[in-house]
């Protein structure tokens, strides 16, 4: 209990140190960033609202939650850097925004994370729990939005249920009520080192996580189909990856329902598993191919 104690104390002056520099990004220098590329005759890197042909038309609220898949107009112009990329309606009828987060947003996101894993704010290890997800998102923050996104799902505050002890609504002002990590990246372009097989295979989905307030909203289901329209039309895959820890049956269940399947290297891992009678890996590999890939819109 003792050396328990001590080490929340640890925690505790670790995050109190890495809370005065939170908000203040580091310097681009001190950043990976890759080489401007060139894709249809477009220079890279650009911003999210430059990689989406159009905002995700309206969606067809239907029963049990669910909703047709958001299309995108082919024939609108690239909007605004400014603009967020509109969603016009979940599946209850509200507007949800989704754009690019801003640096100086990642403890949100951290907390939104830390929330997701099961440590609510009343927990002792939800602060320190939150500045290790801050430090992690920090790290990983896409300078270079070439072939990496962090987007983020702004709903409207007045929205919020006042369940779970959030205190007053906010009325007029949008706070985080989704994350996702999208990113093309391969190993090779990040170290010259050859690709190792255990890496997680490109486009990656990672860190998609939606605020308990907001769900069954649909809100998931938005942020990955919008992942995957980058993955088609901007960075020109025919498919997306992800991993999901075997024990997640919610997480495995929501995937399984919007179109994702276990690869071949899975269901061969899956075989050998079987045999040996124990797992090899604590997760389970899943991907999404998408019809014939697309050209880049014009």
């Not at 939800?126 to 300078?143: C, D, G, S």
Request: proline share 5%.
């Amino acid at each position: 209990m003792e050396l328990y104690i001590r080490l929340l104390g640890l925690l505790f002056i670790l995050s109190s140190l890495v809370a005065a520099n939170a908000f203040t990004p580091p310097s681009p220098r001190r950043c990976y960033t890759t080489s401007t590329r060139s894709l249809s005759g477009r220079q890279w890197p650009i911003p999210l609202e430059r990689l989406i042909a159009d905002p995700l038309s309206k969606t067809k609220a239907l029963p049990g939650g669910q909703h047709d898949k958001p299309t995108f107009a082919s024939s609108r112009e690239f909007i605004d850097d400014e603009q967020h990329v509109e969603i016009c309606s979940d599946n209850s009828g509200e507007q949800v925004e989704i754009r690019c987060v801003k640096y100086e947003e990642l403890y949100k996101v951290a907390e939104l994370i830390t929330e997701g894993l099961g440590h609510d704010k009343t927990s002792m290890i939800h602060k320190p729990r939150a500045m290790v997800e801050l430090m992690r998102l920090q790290m990983n923050f896409p300078y270079d939005r070439s072939r990496h996104l962090m987007l983020v799902a702004l709903a409207d505050s007045n929205q919020e249920t006042l369940s779970g002890g959030y205190g007053k609504k906010d009325h007029g002002k949008k706070y985080i009520a989704g994350f996702v990590d999208i990113d093309a990246r391969t190993y090779e372009d990040q170290t010259n080192i050859k690709l190792p097989e255990n890496f997680p295979p490109r486009p990656y989905l990672s860190d998609l996580f939606v605020s308990s307030r907001v769900h069954r909203r649909g809100i998931g289901t938005l942020l990955v189909c919008l992942c995957e329209e980058i993955c088609k039309h901007a960075w020109d895959y025919n498919m997306i990856n992800l991993r999901v820890d075997k024990t997640n049956t919610g997480a495995l269940r929501f995937y399984d329902a919007i179109g994702f399947g276990k690869d071949e290297a899975q269901l061969e891992l899956e075989k050998t598993e079987k045999k040996i009678g124990f797992h090899l890996t604590a997760q389970i590999q899943l991907t999404k191919s998408f019809e014939q890939k697309h050209e880049m819109r014009k």
